[in-house]
């Protein structure tokens, strides 16, 4: 079921509305600029050793509200499988890279964010490390809207680095086959980035989201779409015409996601 979850900022509906025609300066050529492209941005926290439930506290009791309080779209909130992880991996949304900054800005100092952020303090820093890329959704993407659903599902996070100048190509690909064979094996195409440039890694990077009903439906799926004729045709001309891989030597990765309790996309 797919609807506005209440209080949702407007900065995400906005680009839900844009998206059926997304700038991608992959795709199209065309720079994209920050002052009118809307954006979303990938961050990834790794929590000091001992402190990843104090952070997630403070997400879920303060940080969220104040985002949005600020103008950011919360979109979705995950952590990998596994009992000792320290690693928290979100989306926001924006308007624009230029609102982007004005809402951290204005986050930052907030009087209410400082005294949250003192007090998690007063036995030593929570995080120890920040990643951080700007992302715009390719011209392929499904409409990125918030979905919760009724049935446990896995969420999967796969990066994959062009090989030197088939970012296009492999945008290509995506683009006339890969997703519809995805979707026929059973995979939910949740969205699907390249970055925005002016970053490292922008001119090669393809990043984006699916989901599986569990982590075995997800290792049949795959095994199935490997094997579909469909795929290995498409894969094999699409090699063909770029003179080699798609991919560069060991560039493609992949990591499993669940929701926090406070994630609006679950």
Same mark, same amino acid.
């Not at 992302?135 to 993407?141: F, G």
């Not at 090669?204 to 990043?207: G, I, V």
């Given at each position: 079921?797919?609807s506005? #979850?209440?209080? @949702? =900022?407007?900065a995400l @509906?906005? $680009?839900?509305?844009?998206h059926?025609?997304?700038?991608?300066?992959a795709?199209?050529?065309t720079p994209?600029?920050?002052?009118?492209?809307?954006?979303y941005e990938l961050?990834?926290?790794y &929590?000091?050793p001992?402190?990843?439930?104090e952070l997630?506290t403070?997400?879920?009791e303060h %940080?969220?509200?104040?985002f949005?309080?600020?103008?950011?779209?919360?979109v *979705?909130?995950? #952590?990998?499988?596994g009992?000792?992880?320290d690693?928290?991996?979100y989306f @926001?949304?924006?308007?624009?890279?230029? &609102?982007?900054?004005?809402?951290w800005?204005?986050?930052? /100092?907030?009087?209410?964010?400082?005294?949250?952020y &003192?007090k998690?303090h007063?036995n030593?820093p @929570?995080?120890k490390?920040?990643e951080?890329?700007f992302?715009?959704?390719?011209?392929?993407?499904p409409?990125?809207?918030?979905?919760?659903?009724k049935?446990?599902?896995?969420?999967?996070m796969?990066?994959?680095?062009?090989?030197? *100048?088939?970012?296009?190509? $492999?945008?290509?690909?995506f683009? /006339?086959? %890969?997703v519809?064979l995805?979707?026929?094996?059973?995979? %939910?195409n949740?969205?699907?980035?390249?970055?925005?440039?002016?970053?490292?890694?922008a001119e090669?990077?393809?990043?984006y989201?699916?989901?599986? =009903?569990?982590?075995?439906?997800?290792?049949a799926?795959?095994?199935?779409?490997?094997?579909?004729?469909?795929?290995?045709a498409a894969?094999?001309?699409s090699?063909?015409q770029?003179?080699?891989s798609l991919? &560069?030597?060991? *560039? #493609?990765q992949?990591?499993? $996601?669940?929701? %926090?309790?406070?994630?609006?996309?679950?």
């Open positions: 079921m797919k506005r #979850v209440p209080g @949702l =900022p407007l @509906l906005f $680009l839900c509305a844009v059926a025609n997304p700038l991608s300066a795709d199209t050529g994209a600029t920050p002052e009118s492209t809307p954006i961050r990834i926290y &929590a000091h001992g402190k990843f439930p997630l403070r997400f879920r %940080t969220v509200k104040l949005e309080k600020h103008g950011m779209a919360n *979705g909130y995950f #952590v990998p499988p009992e000792n992880n690693k928290l991996v @926001l949304a924006y308007p624009s890279r230029a &609102a982007r900054d004005a809402s800005q204005a986050f930052l /100092n907030d009087p209410v964010w400082k005294e949250v &003192a998690s007063e030593g @929570l995080v490390q920040v951080s890329k992302l715009i959704p390719t011209d392929y993407s409409a990125f809207t918030i979905e919760k659903s049935l446990p599902r896995v969420f999967e796969r990066t994959y680095i062009a090989s030197e *100048g088939n970012l296009s190509a $492999l945008n290509a690909r683009r /006339n086959h %890969t519809k995805f979707e026929k094996h059973g995979m %939910t949740i969205v699907y980035f390249n970055l925005m440039p002016g970053q490292p890694g090669n990077t393809l990043l989201l699916i989901s599986h =009903p569990s982590e075995e439906a997800r290792h799926a795959f095994k199935a779409f490997a094997a579909d004729p469909d795929w290995q894969r094999a001309d090699e063909k770029a003179g080699g991919t &560069a030597k060991g *560039g #493609v992949f990591e499993f $996601l669940y929701p %926090t309790d406070f994630s609006p996309l679950k």
